[in-house]
């Protein structure tokens, strides 16, 4: 394999996992806050992108100029799913690890169904917007614009996810990780902190959303794709760690580029499967989860 | 002795042979083939949930990868019968054989794993099947494998059109997973998984060896739902990849299970009667038009039974001594 | 005599702290040994070193000449370790019976078998009226009766509690130091760790006190409560609390 087209293939998989990364990030969040996985985090995802492409239908608006407000809807939405589902999911008194996996997932089916409801079952795209079709020429390597904003803006997504854990509602939200009940006793609604961090994981994946509607088909099922996917990296970066998300959403788009390119491109997934599981019998919390 | 166990075992008895009894007696009146087959799907995925609930609910590993047994099943007898002639009635125990040897491979790496992670990790290996399958031309890839019919016979369980053998053919298949399972939680094994369930510290303190507990309980429900593939390949006719093998089957098959009641021997059963009949109804009545109104019903469906009745359906029938149970 | 329990240069520890820097003692064939000492002192690390939980860095733990260290808890539970929790873990989804049942089954292959020997059990220890009742619908101390009944059904050479008798009230202590009684009474041999020193002394045969990871000294309860060290060792600990 010539210099180039490795170069070639290695930015493709840096691209992509940039934004595995970012749809993994607002899961791992949730999951770090009060140990819910949210099954339905991939149809959030798909939300975004439907919300971009009728948005643009109706007013012909750039999805780029979309993303503060698609990432505001997404956390209303989010902070909505929490008050309405998890909050009740979280109380029970059996099977809550059982319930909240069903809860999630019926939440799932039901988006998917309500998204086909209004937009039907074809696939849509967001065409003609200022960034398609054009390209950055690296020497060779050959950067698709859209995919190039969309990694920049998941890095952007990343550091104002760090900068939100500096500031106080930030040490709120790591106070609630560390003890669920103390912070009860120090005056924190923990309640309102569980909201925030659904509201922040679900805009997270919003902007993910907005930025692949650039340059990806929409269909009801398009979440459900991607949702496998944002699952593995957050196991194998480690659940609850924003840095684990990171980097194994780059590691897997790496990987998924180069099986693609060397062995299979419909078996470009068993290729990061299986580097999840080796990774997995190894370090069984992920890469940087806590032992 | 007398003590709520044994007065609960006779009572399960006696319950089951009235529900057996019922289901038997069941498709005797009906003619209309879209309720025979309604019927059976609901009695075959009763017993699939009840295989899932072996592993998911009794050991309460919950595995979200149940699709590659229920596939690899379908495709073991399926297989047998065109390339070497086994006929399917034997290649249902080849299925049970294989699909549960497989969870034991699939068991070794997942079992190391726990709570969310071992989830998400039996998704994998569900979707990792699902795309070898897809790949694999010795199986007919994505275009899938076409059962021919050569035939009326219980040996090579094909019938034209009648459905009455399939029906007793699915609940031969329940009734055989409700027994193991009740064998089961009278066993041993039963309360070495239950107690991995609960407290997998306390367990090994007890003695109970808590990988090996795991392995078994994932060979059987692997087996059985191998087994249930294996009769739904033939009585669909045709399976490929997608009609057996995606992610989604997993979800179909442990969802009856969840909502009825895990670890409960009437809560796959329960759950299987609400779910198969709201799904499919919903599905012929209001999925014509395509417009995903099937799909909100039954995601909402499963929200607010999951939401309501967290120790399952099978809660609004339960007695006073058996509330440990459904805990 | 040969002592039944004997753990000989045990040491542990977590990341950089010591927890256990070389202990040795011996239990003997029947006795209720006190393991005492100041919080942070080692009881709980050396006390899951007994139990398997926990694999000593060095040093060996034998049970009845045979090494146990190192086997993990399942194996030393079928040889005849069996212990309680400090924090109760009570199997709640199933009755007071089930849980018994899981300890006998250790010992019984059949389940009505184990099911005999859980009921015996269950009215050793004074559970009868409870027998068909979840076991999260318990009582604290019910729970507590419940884990020993539970590790009892395993039929142990060695029963380790940990910290059982403490937070109950003086009527509820009073009837656990009974019941403890009784399991000695049996031939049952005790090692039983409390963090309170008047609890344990007035039942323990012999105590062994442990302080910053190492044994401080052991003895009678009479020598023990005369030993300068160990007054040293308790009051520095309640000043520092």
């Known amino acids: 394999m010539p210099v180039a087209e490795i170069l070639q293939v290695a930015a493709g998989g840096l691209l992509m996992g940039l934004i595995y990364a970012l749809v993994a990030a607002g899961l791992s969040l949730i999951f770090g806050l009060m140990d819910v996985v949210n099954f339905a985090h991939g149809e959030l995802m798909m939300l975004a992108m439907y919300a971009v492409f009728a948005i643009w239908q109706l007013t012909g608006a750039d999805p780029l100029l979309l993303l503060p407000v698609v990432a505001v809807l997404l956390f209303g939405l989010g902070m909505a799913i929490y008050r309405g589902l998890i909050a009740r999911a979280l109380s029970v008194q059996f099977n809550r690890g059982m319930v909240q996996i069903f809860v999630t997932f019926g939440l799932a089916i039901f988006i998917r169904g309500a998204a086909q409801f209004v937009w039907g079952g074809e696939f849509r795209s967001v065409t003609g917007h200022w960034l398609a079709d054009r390209s950055l020429n690296l020497g060779g390597v050959f950067l698709p614009l859209p995919q190039v904003a969309a990694s920049l803006v998941c890095l952007a997504a990343f550091a104002g996810l760090l900068m939100v854990s500096r500031t106080e509602f930030g040490k709120a939200l790591e106070a609630t990780r560390e003890d669920r009940d103390a912070v009860a006793l120090i005056g924190i609604d923990r309640d309102r902190i569980f909201a925030m961090g659904w509201g922040l994981g679900a805009g997270a994946v919003g902007i993910a959303g907005v930025m692949l509607a650039g340059f990806y088909y929409v269909g009801p099922n398009v979440g459900a794709s991607f949702a496998v996917i944002a699952y593995v990296t957050v196991a194998l970066g480690g659940f609850g760690s924003m840095l684990g998300a990171l980097v194994a959403g780059v590691l897997i788009g790496e990987v998924e580029a180069f099986t693609a390119a060397l062995w299979e491109p419909s078996l470009k997934q068993v290729g990061v499967f299986a580097v999840y599981l080796l990774v997995l019998t190894f370090r069984p919390r992920g890469l940087f989860g806590k032992m | 002795m007398d003590n709520a166990i044994l007065r609960r075992r006779k009572r399960e008895v006696l319950g089951g042979v009235i529900v057996l009894a019922a289901l038997a007696l069941l498709p005797l009146p009906i003619k209309d083939v879209y309720t025979q087959n309604l019927i059976i799907i609901t009695v075959l995925f009763a017993g699939l949930a009840q295989a899932w609930n072996i592993l998911g609910g009794y050991c309460g590993q919950i595995s979200l990868g149940h699709a590659l047994y229920f596939g690899v099943g379908g495709y073991v007898s399926t297989l047998l019968y065109l390339k070497a002639g086994l006929p399917p009635s034997l290649g249902l125990f080849a299925a049970f054989g294989v699909s549960g040897l497989l969870a034991l491979p699939v068991g070794w790496p997942c079992f190391r794993l726990s709570g969310h992670y071992y989830a998400i990790a039996t998704v994998v290996v569900g979707e990792i099947g699902y795309l070898l399958f897809l790949n694999w031309d010795f199986v007919g890839g994505a275009t899938g494998v076409f059962i021919p019919f050569h035939g009326e016979s219980w040996a090579q369980l094909q019938f034209k059109t009648a459905k009455l053998p399939y029906h007793y053919l699915v609940l031969a298949f329940a009734a055989a997973t409700w027994l193991t399972a009740f064998l089961l939680e009278g066993s041993r094994w039963g309360f070495a998984w239950r107690a991995v369930k609960d407290d997998v510290t306390a367990a090994r303190s007890l003695g109970v060896n808590i990988f090996s507990s795991k392995m078994a309980a994932a060979a059987l429900s692997g087996g059985f739902t191998g087994m249930g593939g294996a009769i739904y390949a033939q009585y669909v006719g045709y399976i490929d990849p997608d009609s057996v093998l995606a992610g989604h089957f997993s979800i179909l098959i442990a969802l009856p299970a969840v909502l009825g009641g895990v670890s409960t021997l009437w809560g796959p059963l329960i759950g299987a009667a609400v779910l198969m009949p709201a799904s499919e109804l919903s599905r012929s009545y209001l999925g014509g038009s395509g417009r995903g109104v099937d799909l909100m019903l039954y995601g909402g469906l499963i929200v607010i039974v999951a939401l309501a009745r967290p120790q399952g359906l099978v809660s609004l029938f339960g007695r006073k001594d058996d509330h440990a149970r459904i805990a | ?241």
Not at chain 3, 49 to 66: C, K, N, W, Y
Not at chain 3, 194 to 215: D, K, Y
Not at chain 3, 224 to 232: A, E, Q, S, T, Y
């Open chain 3, 1 to 241: 005599m040969p002592a039944l329990l004997e753990i000989s240069h045990v040491s542990k520890r977590f990341g950089g702290v010591a927890a256990n820097v070389d202990i040795s003692f011996d239990v003997q064939q029947g006795e209720i040994l006190g393991l005492i000492g100041p919080n942070g002192a080692g009881k709980t690390s050396l006390f899951n070193s007994i139990a398997g939980e926990v694999t000593p860095d060095s040093g060996e733990i034998r049970l009845d000449g045979v090494k146990l260290s190192g086997l993990g808890p399942v194996a030393c539970a079928q040889r005849g370790v069996a212990r309680t929790f400090q924090v109760v873990r009570s199997f709640d989804s199933m009755t007071v019976l089930e849980n018994v049942m899981v300890g006998a089954f250790a010992k019984h292959a059949s389940s009505r078998a184990a099911m005999r020997a859980a009921v015996d059990v269950i009215a050793f220890c004074g559970l009868s009226p409870r027998m068909d009742r979840p076991a999260w619908s318990l009582s604290p101390p019910e729970k507590r009766r419940l884990e020993v009944a539970r590790a009892l059904a395993t039929e142990p050479r060695v029963l380790l509690l940990d910290e059982m008798l403490t937070g109950l009230t003086p009527t509820e202590a009073q009837s656990g130091v009974q019941l403890i009684r009784d399991v000695q009474a049996r031939g049952i041999t005790i090692v039983m760790v409390e963090h309170v020193m008047e609890i344990v002394l007035p039942l323990v045969g012999r105590a062994v006190v442990l302080n910053l990871g190492q044994v401080l000294t052991i003895g009678t309860p009479a020598e023990i409560v005369k030993n300068p060290d160990v007054i040293r060792a308790y009051l520095g600990d309640r000043y520092a609390a």
